[in-house]
């Protein structure tokens, strides 16, 4: 049985990463050491990350709303400002809700939320089969349903009209601006992750409009966006008959744009 990875290799991995460009090299060098279970496991996993794998596909993790959230090479890696969108859900949400994460990737968001508020019945889709694998391993445990298909299409009929949270961080990168992405999007992650057709806003577009007659009365749609995709974002919301507003943060550069059903509105 080989050994565990020595501290002593600490100085060496920072120095390797920090020619490589890594700009946190100490923490992740510490975040490697920590993960890897031999020195061989160590070496590989350094030379991956040298080689531009984004950290948390070499680690197999990401932190995320402070879980510790597996991540599949080839998933989409849970970003930082999505955090802000879930603290905005958790502040909608009654213990019991039916809360359904659309484009779940990871299913990130669906397990900070079901750790966030008491007995949420749990509901993740997402098109890409590696996506629906990767999920069902983070969301089994915290009793969630992952379903495999293209945004409502594969959702139990007997949802409709009863969720009380729609959650969604759909692609919505311009085509064009796909390029302009750092590589570990670029290269890493999968297209159908981050494409949103010509403004960005072709599925985000689809998911408001096919939401109302998913929401209970006075439930709420979260969608991720950018601050200036946030006005055509909260227009489609309106279109659909959602009562919109946009909120965001400045410290996590996070833009939710959240749709209301009215109570007493009919499907
Ligand atoms: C930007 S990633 C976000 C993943 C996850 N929500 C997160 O924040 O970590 C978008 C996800 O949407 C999925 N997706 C793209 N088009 C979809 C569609 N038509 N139906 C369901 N999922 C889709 C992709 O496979 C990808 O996992």
């Known amino acids: 049985m080989s050994a565990s990875p020595s501290l002593s290799s600490l100085p060496h ?20 050491l920590s993960t890897a279970r031999t020195p061989d496991d160590l070496a590989t996993m350094v030379d991956r990350r040298v080689r531009g794998l984004p950290l948390e596909h070499v680690l ?12 599949d090479p080839g998933v989409f890696v849970p970003r930082p400002r999505t955090q ?29 939320l079901a750790a966030a508020v008491d007995g949420v019945e749990l509901h993740a889709v997402d098109i890409d089969p590696a996506a629906v ?8 445990a915290a009793g969630g349903h992952v379903h495999e298909g293209d945004l409502y299409e594969p959702l139990p009929a007997t949802l409709r009209g009863r ?19 750092p590589p570990e999007a670029r290269v890493h992650e999968p297209r159908v992750a981050l494409d949103g057709g010509a403004d960005g806003l072709d599925i985000v577009r689809r998911v408001i409009a096919e939401a109302p ?3 209970a009365p006075g439930g709420h749609l979260l969608v991720e966006t950018s601050e200036r995709q946030a006005a055509p974002t909260a227009e489609a919301l309106a279109r659909a008959g959602l009562v919109s507003r946009v909120t965001g943060s400045a410290e ?9 059903r009215r109570a007493g509105a009919g499907a």
């Open 13 to 32: 991995i920072v120095t390797t990463l920090r020619a490589a460009g890594c700009v946190f090299a100490e923490d992740e060098a510490r975040l490697l």
């Open 60 to 71: 197999g993790w990401a932190d995320f709303c402070g879980l510790r959230v597996a991540v």
């Open 84 to 112: 802000f969108l879930i603290a905005q859900a958790a502040a909608l949400a009654r213990p019991g809700a039916v809360v359904v994460d659309l484009c779940c990737g990871s299913g990130a968001m669906g397990l900070a």
């Open 133 to 140: 694998r990767c999920a069902r391993r983070n969301l089994t």
């Open 163 to 181: 969720v009380d949270l729609l959650i969604a961080s759909a692609p919505y990168v311009p085509t064009g601006a796909i390029g302009l992405l």
């Open 213 to 215: 007659p998913w929401l």
């Open 252 to 260: 996590l550069d996070a833009t939710a744009v959240i749709g209301a």
